[in-house]
């Protein structure tokens, strides 16, 4: 299944407790579009957030991200890792 790492650039002073919810809300229901979220990352002082999953398309990491209520600014394919 292809990998994806996607980002939000409007979260700024998003704390621990904030990005866990927001997970949460990724993981509820990430198998209605066959996401699988991983793990997500934030600076809250840029307020950027990553997210990595892996997911039949990026449509479906966007779709998962919009209905949870923080739509993703991008979604990038992982084709190379080292």
Excluded at 31 to 44: L, R, Y
Excluded at 64 to 71: L, V, W, Y
Aim: glycine content about 8%; charged content about 25%.
């Amino acid at each position: 299944m292809p990998e994806f790492m996607d980002v939000h650039t409007n979260m700024v002073g998003v704390t621990p407790e904030a990005l866990h919810e927001a997970h949460q809300g990724d993981l509820a229901i990430q198998g209605e579009e066959g996401v699988d979220f991983k793990q997500a990352w934030a600076d809250p002082v840029t307020g950027h957030v990553f997210c990595l999953s892996e997911a039949p398309s990026a449509d479906a990491v966007r779709r998962i991200h919009e209905r949870a209520g923080h739509a993703a600014d991008e979604v990038h394919e992982i084709t190379v890792t080292a």
